[in-house]
């Protein structure tokens, strides 16, 4: 990734565009993908839209029994059992995957949380960077063989929370003083920078890789807040309808990231931020958050290997070697 090639390519979609619209005439028979969270909101989406193209999507899921309720209708679909915050959980899924497949075309890590309450898990890590980074970092790591033998589009849903905060390298498990939406914004950085270094390493086995900012949209996401915050920052009504400006529905929300799995003109890129079905600009560090684009931090090179040694230290994943 160079700082030329953060900005807008001329995509033929936009913020309006759906699933549908990207996947359209698309013929994905014989192609593999992997999509964390394919049972909920964007992430069902997604693999709605994978599987009628032809794909065979694995569908790993904290709550199996509910993703297999949501998939049953969809043809060419898997459920696996997964925990992103349990790496006993991970690793036993990713053995399940690799027992399955003998490459991976997609991994879309689309599960997340955020704005939680104040969690640790695991060895004491924050919950939003585990479930956020960390999970998908190990998982991703498990898999990495079978994804270079497809040669896989990696795609890791960060979004514009990562202006919130740069990588707290003092503190990234708010051993003190927790603030829920810093911790959803460094998680949401480690996305970012997490597809950065993953493209570096995996480019020469064909792996490339793209964080994205999939739009404001109201799905489960938000389950853990309350309504009245959501209608104090104008998301919603007092029905929990949706009021905000420019919020996608959840079809809108997933195109970004079909478009990054999918479109001819990436070929040959990675190690990007994407927003609207296109390449995102850089934006000044004291840009509001909602006039889009990726703060210089989260697509660091440097900041993304110190991250990357820092995940390796922590999950005690198998380093991958450029």
């Not at 794909?55 to 898997?78: F, M, S, T």
């Not at 997609?106 to 704005?115: D, I, K, N, R, S």
């Not at 919603?236 to 420019?246: A, L, P, R, Y």
């Not at 931020?273 to 840009?287: F, Q």
């Amino acid at each position: 990734m160079t700082s030329t090639d953060q900005q807008p390519l001329g995509s033929p979609f936009s913020a309006t565009g759906t699933a549908q619209d990207i996947t359209a005439g698309l013929g994905l028979s014989g192609t593999s993908a992997v999509v964390t969270g394919g049972y909920s909101g964007l992430g069902l989406e997604t693999t709605r839209a994978l599987a009628a193209a032809g794909a065979r999507v694995l569908v790993p899921a904290r709550r199996p029994d509910i993703a297999r309720a949501a998939l049953a209708d969809v043809e060419g679909c898997e459920v696996v059992p997964m925990d992103l915050t349990d790496l006993g959980s991970v690793r036993a899924a990713a053995a399940r995957i690799s027992g399955s497949l003998t490459r991976i075309d997609l991994l879309m890590a689309v599960a997340g949380v955020m704005a939680t309450p104040e969690r640790h898990v695991g060895p004491g890590w924050e919950s939003q960077l585990a479930a956020n980074h960390l999970g998908h970092f190990a998982l991703a790591c498990e898999l990495y063989p079978l994804l270079a033998a497809g040669g896989a589009r990696v795609v890791v849903n960060s979004s514009a929370g990562h202006a919130l905060t740069d990588m707290r390298w003092h503190d990234p498990h708010f051993r003190t003083g927790y603030d829920k939406w810093l911790a959803y914004g460094q998680a949401k950085t480690a996305n970012a920078l997490f597809a950065v270094h993953l493209d570096a390493l995996g480019r020469g086995d064909g792996v490339r890789a793209f964080a994205l900012h999939p739009g404001k949209i109201i799905t489960g996401l938000q389950r853990e807040m309350a309504l009245q915050e959501q209608i104090d920052r104008g998301w919603v009504d007092e029905h929990g309808k949706v009021i905000g400006v420019d919020f996608k529905t959840p079809a809108q929300g997933a195109a970004t990231g079909l478009w990054a799995a999918t479109s001819p003109l990436l070929d040959g890129l990675g190690g990007l931020y994407l927003e609207d079905c296109d390449i995102a600009g850089v934006s000044a560090p004291d840009a509001p958050m909602d006039d889009g684009g990726v703060r210089a931090y989260a697509v660091d090179p440097d900041s993304a290997a110190r991250l990357w040694d820092l995940s390796v230290a922590a999950t005690g994943a198998a380093p991958i070697a450029r």
